[in-house]
Structure formats: C-alpha cells, structure tokens
C-alpha cells in the first residue's frame, strides 16, 4: 500500500527529531499539569528545519495537510499551518476559502500561541482583509484561549494595511480577558498600532490605562519614552 504524503512528512520529522530539545521545548511551552498547553507533544525541532522540509513538498494541498494538522504532534502541526499559509498565499479564491474553512474548523488543534502567530495574521486575516470581519467578534467571545488570541492576531494583517478598527474593537473586548497570553497579544497589537499612527494609540490608552492589565499596558507602551511610559503605568493621563 503506497504510503500517504503526510505519513511520509510525520516519518521525515520524526527522524530529524532530538529527545533533549524535545525536552527543553515541553518546558518551555508549557505543557505540564495545569499549563496552557498541558499535555502537548514535542519531538525536538527548530522552525527553520521544518520550514526546510517543507521546501521539498511542492504542491501539497488542503486535504493531505489535514492529517498533520490533526497530530498529538507539535512540529507537525507546525508543518501542517505553515503548508495551509503557503496554500492560502499562492492558491485561487476556491483554495483561499477552502484553508479558511478548514482553519477555523479546526481550531482545537491550533493550540499554542507559536501556532496561532504563524498562521492567524496571514489566514484568518488575509481572508478577512477584504471581506466582513464578523468572524472575530465571535472568536473574542469564544471560551477557547486560542481562538481568542487568533481574533487579536489576525488584525496584525490589517494593522499593516493602516485599518485600525478591529484591532481597537476587539482590544476592548478582551481588556478583562483572565489569560496571560492574550494581555501579552493585545498590548503587542497596541504597539503596533502605534508604530502606524500614535494617536490612536494614545487615544485608546487614554481611556483604558486604568482598568487595562499590567502586563497588556506594559507590552502596548514599550516603546514609548521612558517619562511618557511612567505616566502611563502610574495612570496619570
């Protein structure tokens, strides 16, 4: 019996695998008890070598993907998100609705933040770019930690085409989020619209430094001068 092509990729980076890093990486995840990513799998790969084996396959689409993206394995599904972003990318508007479709269908498998990073600004915001952005309201709202941080990651997209809405929007939404990860997502989009326009940034600091999390504000004034940025953490504006 021929061997599937994501058979053949799950063997390839099971054999580039190294049991200390594997290690190391489980660590530094956090996937032990009671951790955001309890009970995620590692086999000890760095991203530039999964990003290498992927040059090699050519082509691949939607359908032989999903089995990876549905691995207990995390460089596999790493492989698996990277290989949707480049179908998305390169593909006609049947294929980019395809990967949209099947990303959000399959969200309980994108369940760390390395793996929302690299795929949610350039799928879920590259679908979203043109198009009603309905969707990112309900994922803000959603129970699931990742798929409210794929809401905020996905206006990195339209942060870097100057649409600042959303992000603000959905920034308001998750001011009281209870995840450490998502104060760390949202105060980077903030940053980000910075960078762009700070008055807009200014504004909405202006009205939420008060109630936002320390750690949210924190990540949103980095940048800022050092006399500015303590005027921030003290509330005085």
């Known amino acids: 019996m021929k061997t599937s092509v994501a058979a053949e990729i799950s063997a390839r980076l099971r054999q580039l695998g190294d049991p200390e890093r594997a290690r190391l990486l489980q660590r530094f995840f956090k996937t032990g008890p009671g951790e955001y990513a309890e009970g995620d799998c590692f086999i000890g790969l760095k991203v530039p070598q999964v990003r290498l084996l992927l040059r090699e396959y050519r082509g691949l689409t939607p359908t032989d993907i999903l089995p990876l993206l549905m691995s207990p394995i995390h460089e596999e599904r790493l492989f698996a998100l990277l290989a949707l972003v480049r179908c998305f990318e390169k593909?006609?508007?049947t294929t980019r609705e395809q990967v949209y479709a099947l990303?959000?269908?399959?969200t309980d498998h994108i369940n760390n933040w390395d793996l929302v990073d690299i795929s949610a600004p350039r799928i879920v915001g590259g679908f979203l770019l043109e198009r009603d952005r309905g969707q990112l309201d309900l994922l803000a709202r959603s129970e699931s930690l990742w798929e409210r941080r794929i809401a905020i990651l996905a206006t990195f997209t339209f942060i870097s085409h100057n649409q600042?809405?959303?992000?603000?929007l959905i920034a308001r939404q998750l001011l009281h989020d209870r995840e450490?990860?998502?104060?760390k997502a949202v105060g980077w989009m903030l940053r980000e619209v910075g960078k762009r326009e700070m008055a807009a940034l200014e504004s909405f600091l202006k009205k939420h430094c008060r109630v936002m999390p320390r750690t949210m504000l924190r990540y949103a004034i980095e940048k800022f001068p050092e006399e500015k940025r303590l005027m921030y953490l003290k509330g005085e504006y």
């Open 180 to 183: 450490d990860l998502i104060h």
């Open 164 to 168: 600042f809405e959303e992000v603000l």
């Open 103 to 106: 990303y959000l269908a399959n």
């Open 91 to 93: 593909g006609d508007e």
